[in-house]
Structures are given as C-alpha cells and as structure tokens.
C-alpha cells in the first residue's frame, strides 16, 4: 500500500509522518529487508511507516509503560494497511536492550527520546549505538516547536523535546541535523 492511502487509515498526520522517515532513508539507504530496530512503538505510525517501505521491523515499548503512550493497538493499525507480517513486537526497555551487539542496520526513535527518564537517556543512547550494526545509524526524531504547540493543545503536560546531542557523552559519533516537516532529525552513525 502506498502511503497516501495508508494515510487514509491511519490518519493524515501519517503523511507527514512518513514525509519526514523519509528524510532519514533518503540520508541512510538502507538495502531492502534490512532488520531495523523501532523503539517505543505507541500506536505504531514509525513502525508501519518502516514496513511499508520494507524493512523487517522490530518494535517495542516497556511492559511497565502505564502511560496514554503505551499499549496502544499498533497491530490494528498495522493490519488495517496489511503490514501485520513485516513487523514483531517485543517488550524492552531502550536502557538495557535485549539485543546482541550489532543486530540492526539502524535504530529509530521517532518521538520517544523526551518520554524516557533524563536520567536514563545516556544509557539509552549507548544501548541503541551498541545494537546498530557497524556503520549503522541511529536516529532520534523530536518535535519541532509548531508540533509541539499542536500537542500540548490536547496534552499540556506533555514533556519537552529532548536534545539527543545532550546525551552522547564522549561516544565517537559523527552527527547530521535533518529538519522535518514534524520533527527535528538526529542522525548519528558509529565513527
Ligand atoms: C509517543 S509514543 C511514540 C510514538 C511511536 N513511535 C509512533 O510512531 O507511533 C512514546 C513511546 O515511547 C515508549 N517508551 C517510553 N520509555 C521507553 C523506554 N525506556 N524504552 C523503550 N520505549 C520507551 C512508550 O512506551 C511509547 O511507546
């Protein structure tokens, strides 16, 4: 299904959405069928946004997750646009990764980075670095101040973008900045 009519199930916003995945494959060409790595699945829209393009997914979110963000029907809206098969879900939390070194051509966290405990982005941030794949990428999409109005209509509690940039530590990554229609785009790869 392309996504102009995906977008028809899941929601105009999936546009842009995948407007925006799209700036990051643009940079990473990954071959087709690479294994990719989801974090923080939500409803979804990253993850099917990835299968459609097919990778071979993997997402998942924290069992603990209590939040409106977590438990969602990511597989409804996954087999309303037939893409159930492309993608497997897995309980974990991105701090301590239940994944070998190397596992994934690339890591994505779209919107997820600012929903992750402060004190636990570091370690994050090198749990994702350690499961890509030599030369692979990690990439953090954050909301840019217009979606960030647009959220905090329904939800004024909705926590701050974070600056992925904040938590690399001394980690030898090579970064680019990419601008979303959505999203403020982190790219980093392993250098
Ligand atoms: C706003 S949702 C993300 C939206 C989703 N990526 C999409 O495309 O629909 C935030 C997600 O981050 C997840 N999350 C929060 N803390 C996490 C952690 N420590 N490890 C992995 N996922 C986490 C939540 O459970 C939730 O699934």
Redesign the pocket.
Known sequence: MNISNAAKHLGPMFEQ?AADGQLALDELRLPHGAQVL??????????IFLALRGFDVLT???DT?T?R??R?D?AGNAAAVGVERGIRFQH????HMPFEDGRFAAVFF???LH???ET?RKD?FREALRVARPGGAVVFFEPNPETLKQIWVNDPGHPVPADPACYKGNLPVKAMRLQGRRMDISLYRAG
Do not use: C
């Open positions: 959405i989801d974090v923080g699945t939500g409803v979804g829209n990253f993850a998942g979110e924290p997750d939040t963000y977590a969602q990511w974990f939390n991105a701090a779209y919107g997820v929903h992750i405990d636990a994050v």
